[in-house]
């Protein structure tokens, strides 16, 4: 609660000064008093626990040793470098190592004194060092004396040259905290802390900095951990009520002869019951009034697009126009070629547009859709670009819209004087606590079934060093008229090497499987589109048998006669792009294959990956372990959103906490939709001090 302590500069802290106030609003954004007690510790470690030196091995976090410290030497001709000494205890001896501060250490160590040593160990050719360790007099040491748990906060070199280390860090907490002026007051009404045994503020504060003990920390751990997820969940509660309050929504109160006929006359197969309940799902949404904002979710080759397109048929029976944004070229391309020729039959027009599309083309698409001539209209980001003016737009599908940034996607809501109601789906399956705070504001449509006939996609894990082997497989089903396609990953900060390593990869495919026999594609993302539309245009006509690319790739190609992906250097791939790799084939009736190569090193978190993708087709396990292995943070998607740069609670291991504190949000929004009532008053402050001042997020979409 911002009092006007709390609200000082951070300069004005005994300790701090201009210049390191400087670099702590630069670095950790901590520009006032508050900020800094809420900058928790990212960890704690138990200085109660003493190690051997024998125990000590480098997969070890922090750990600490008491000892003897000799033989200190300075490395370097001209300049010293570094500077060693031996750590010994009546187990072994390891190395200390610093690299600057030398004058200092010269003289600090004497050779009779026990020490107690604090770092983390490394190896270091064939030994175990421990750079930079914090030492103190064995004796003397009053840290574990105060408490055994000694907390760790993140910090940066700038800020550590600046004596801002961890522990220069920690007390400058504890200055703050010993100041006379310092009153917490506490945000959370005594109802909820009673409810849910909720330690209170200062006590919480104090010990996520201090704490005396396990019990307490957890406590404090508990408490924060709570208040932080309730607001959020506030914030998404209030927004999604005051989105389903406020937000008109155009009416498409039937559904007309362009639905009817494309379902009876040109849809040539049965939709599956999911795919039959999300559209009726979207139908309700349509006609209440108010604007749809709905998830779509569906595992890949669900059958999401054909969802999505006849609901746009509904918008276009009620007069309005429709349109699809989807993250690459290529998959727009292959949707306006799906959706033209079929919806040609029936005399609705559809149009394409790219970052490729020609001036030419494109003055005359802008044109018919000014005039409402064009009904549908596909395409990438060039969709929301300013000058893009439709008609009458009602309805936007958003397609694998994890691809997009949220201000990307909320451009589109301004296209119509009234919000066109918004669908946007993704194959990225999103663990249930995620989507309960990712996108806690919309509405989720899940389509929980693939349809009939699919074989499910063997999966292979092969060292490079079986290549020949796979050729023989490739051949094979080649022979059997089957298509195969060849990945290789292409990461920005190597793009060069990579781009190389595809290029041998193509050549070395020429070589093995040559003309006139065999041909082969290859599409990357430095080509032209027009390039690249070609030699995917190949591919789909079975012109060629194999496509050689990158992730271009990746999200929404359907060729369904491709039933081999062969995923090189598959340990440098996360687990969700994998698993959109894997999509790309068991689309036909043929049982289809993914082969995984990879080198005989590999990383435990890349077994890790490659185990689970050999054992599962199931897009929300393989999203689970995803999580587990890479932390919310990197979730496709969620960056953006700013929504999980969370300081203490970790919506994967606080799941009990994230239900509690949403079930307690939903309940308070119910009962007091204004936070009106006298109790609620600091709730209320807490609250727009929160979010208010930033309104730019009110709109995800
Ligand atoms: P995704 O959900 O990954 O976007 P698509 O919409 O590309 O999946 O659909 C995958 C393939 O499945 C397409 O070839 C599509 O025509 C086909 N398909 C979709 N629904 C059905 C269904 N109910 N029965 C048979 N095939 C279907
Ligand atoms: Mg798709």
Known sequence: MA?????????????????????????????????????????????????????????????????????????GTRRTTRMTAVFSDDTGRLELVWFRGFKWLKNAFKPDVEYIIFGKPTRYGSKINIAHPEVETANKSKLSQTSTMKPM???????????????????????????????IEDELPENIRNRFKLINKHEAIINIHFPSNHNLLRQAQARLKFEELFFIQLNLLRLKKLRIEKARGVVFDHVGSYFNRYYNELLNFELTDAQKRVVKEIRQDFKSGKQMNRLLQGDVGSGKTIVALMSMLIAV??????????????????HFLNISKSLSKIGVNVGLLTGSTKTSERKQILKELASGNLK?????????????????????????????????????????????????????????????????????????????????????????????????????QIKQGRQIYVVYPLIEESE?????????????????????????????????PADKNYEMDRFAKRETQIMVSTTVIEVGVDIPNASVMIIENAERFGLSQLHQLRGRVGRGADQSYCILMTGHKLTNDAKQRIKTMVETNDGFKIAETDLKLRGPGDIEGTKQSGILEMRIADIIKDEKILKAARNMAIELIDDDPLLEKPGNYKLK?????????????????
């Not at 210049?19 to 470690?45: H, Q």
């Not at 993140?154 to 504890?174: A, F, H, P, T």
């Not at 309960?436 to 989720?444: I, N, P, S």
């Open 496 to 528: 060069k090497l990579d781009l190389k390593d595809l290029k041998d990869g193509y050549e070395s495919i020429v070589r093995a499987f040559p003309l006139p026999e065999y041909a082969v594609s290859i599409v990357h993302g430095k080509m032209k």
């Open 3 to 75: 009092n006007k302590f709390l609200d000082t500069p951070i300069e004005y802290l005994k300790g701090i000064g201009p210049e390191r106030g400087k670099l702590l609003r630069e670095e950790l954004a901590i520009t006032r008093f508050e900020d800094l007690l809420s900058f928790y510790p990212y960890r704690y470690i138990d200085r109660s626990k003493f190690y051997k030196v024998r125990e000590i091995s480098t997969d070890m976090a922090y750990v600490q040793l008491r000892g003897f410290i000799s033989n200190i030497q300075l490395h």
């Open 153 to 183: 906060y993140s910090s940066s070199e700038k800020l550590k040259n600046k004596g801002l280390d961890s522990r220069g860090i920690n007390k400058l907490v504890k200055t703050l905290i010993e100041d006379p002026r310092l009153k």
């Open 317 to 334: 029976d009620n007069g309005y126009q429709a349109c699809l944004m989807a993250p690459t070229g290529i998959l727009s391309q292959q």
């Open 376 to 476: 549908l209209l596909l395409g990438t980001h060039a969709l929301i670009e300013e000058d893009v003016k439709f008609d009458n737009l009602g309805f936007v599908v958003i397609d694998e819209q994890h691809r997009f940034g949220v201000a990307q996607r909320a451009k589109l809501w301004y296209k119509n004087h009234i919000s066109p109601h918004v669908l946007v789906m993704t194959a990225t399956p999103i663990p249930r606590t995620l989507a309960m705070t990712v996108y806690g504001d919309l509405d989720v449509s899940v389509i929980d079934e693939l349809p009939p006939g699919r074989k499910p996609v063997k999966t292979i894990h092969q060292y490079d060093t079986n290549r020949l082997k796979v050729f023989g497989f490739i051949r094979d």
């Open 685 to 701: 402050k807490k609250y727009e001090e929160l979010y208010l001042k930033n309104k730019t997020w009110s709109r995800i979409s």
